[in-house]
């Protein structure tokens, strides 16, 4: 039998409790990777790493508030201590609170530039040299780093001005990284979800995640693990092959 494509290979995914991060978790540990969960809930990152030791694959719970630069820094640092190295990052953790200027809140703002952003640099920044060793050292001979944007990050639309702001400005990020990073043999691609039927928004308030479900109604939802299969296709390409930007809508969206 063949040995899976992430064999051997440490995967670090934010936002691991829920959505897209929990199937992306599971996704990669099925290919093989040992994954460290990351997040705040403690008791959903426990239950996700059983289930994933019950299927036979091995992940490590690390809660971590992120937005806390020295919690994003030591996420990294437990991520070797447990697992001994690191080979994929997914930068996955994101809220989207929606509303206009007018109604919004600037700690509504603040909350979403400070996880879609600075906790996001603050992680990748801490896990950048080790992803160069695991590129230059692993079997594999190739690092990933994944970044999650958002339809969002290519089409603004009102009452989504920092969401926007925050995934727009994530694609510039991963693209520079991208150019600074392939001579290290380290991918650094984006994946860009339409509307998928997670979490998300939950955190809205009442009236703004009825618009924001009224707005969806009539399409069909992606599932989280479509995107976990997007992002899943991309870390296991042999390291020839760079697949940069997946964009990935319901099959009903028109925008
Ligand atoms: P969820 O709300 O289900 O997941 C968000 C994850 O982020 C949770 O695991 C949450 O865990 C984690 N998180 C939130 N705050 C923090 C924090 N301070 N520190 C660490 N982790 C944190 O939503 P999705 O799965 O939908 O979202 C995942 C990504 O996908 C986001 O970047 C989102 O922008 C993007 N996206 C989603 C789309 C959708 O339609 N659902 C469409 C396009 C993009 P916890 O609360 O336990 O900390």
């Known amino acids: 039998m063949s040995e ?3 064999a051997g290979s440490v ?18 540990a099925e290919e093989g990777a040992a994954v460290a969960l990351v997040a705040r809930r ?4 426990d239950r996700l790493a059983e289930d994933i030791a019950n299927l036979g694959g091995r992940a490590h719970a690390l809660e ?9 820094y030591q996420a990294v640092q437990d991520t070797l201590g447990r697992l001994e190295r690191l080979d994929i990052l997914v930068n996955n953790a994101g809220i989207m609170l929606l509303g206009t200027a007018l109604h919004t809140t600037i700690e509504e703002w603040d909350r979403m530039v400070s996880l879609n952003v600075a906790a996001l640099l603050h992680v990748t920044h801490a896990a950048v040299p080790y992803l160069i060793d695991a590129a230059a050292t692993s079997p594999r001979q190739v690092a990933d780093i994944v970044n999650v944007s958002s339809t969002a990050g290519r089409v603004a639309r009102p009452g989504s001005s920092v969401y926007n702001l925050t995934k727009f400005g994530l694609n510039g990020f991963t693209e520079a990284l991208r150019q600074e990073l392939l001579v290290e043999r380290v991918r650094v691609g984006i994946v860009e979800p339409g509307t998928v039927r997670t979490e998300l928004v939950d955190h ?16 069909e939802p992606l599932r989280a693990e479509d995107i976990a299969d997007a992002i899943g296709y991309i870390v296991t390409r042999e390291r020839r092959v760079a697949v940069n930007e997946m964009l990935v809508r319901a099959g009903d969206q028109t925008w």
């Open 204 to 219: 809205l308030g009442e009236a703004t995640r009825e618009a924001a479900l009224r707005q969806v109604s009539g399409i």
């Open 64 to 72: 971590a508030d992120i937005t806390e630069p020295e919690q994003a």
């Open 11 to 28: 995967a670090l995914v934010t936002g691991a409790s829920s959505g897209i991060g929990a199937a992306t978790a599971r996704r990669l």
């Open 42 to 45: 403690r008791d959903r990152l």
């Open 4 to 6: 899976k494509p992430l």
